[in-house]
């Protein structure tokens, strides 16, 4: 069975960072192409950041440069930094992996930046 557990979320002042994490189990995980998707109230789920197995990544324009996506294979987890927060990054962060045809889902963490 496979599962992805975020951790992580919470409440931080504009300006701010925080580090989620995103355990994983079930599968081969330094196999997977993983990430970051967001989704803000009443909008649609959209793309942060990626990372293959080769530790290529792949930004987002609106995180470029303030979030850095990495992966430790040995503890089988994915991270996402974040750093100099702002008010637009509000949203629910889903972690995925992605494994041949196969995309796994994690089920979210909240992410409020608000003073």
């Known amino acids: 069975q496979v599962q992805l557990v975020e951790s992580g979320g919470g409440l931080v002042q504009p300006g701010g960072s925080l580090r989620l994490s995103c355990a994983t189990s079930?599968?081969?995980?330094?196999?997977?192409?993983v990430g970051w998707y967001r989704q803000a109230l009443g909008k649609q789920r959209e793309f942060v950041a990626t990372?293959?197995?080769?530790?290529?990544?792949n930004y987002a324009d609106s995180v470029d440069g303030r979030f850095t996506i990495s992966r430790d294979n040995a503890k089988n987890t994915l991270y996402l930094r974040l750093n100099s927060l702002k008010p637009e990054d509000t949203a629910v962060y889903f972690c995925?992996?992605?494994?041949?045809?196969?995309?796994?889902w994690g089920q979210g963490t909240q992410v409020t930046v608000s003073s």
């Open positions: 079930g599968i081969i995980f330094e196999l997977a192409i």
């Open positions: 995925y992996a992605r494994l041949g045809s196969s995309d796994y």
């Open positions: 990372m293959a197995g080769g530790e290529t990544t």
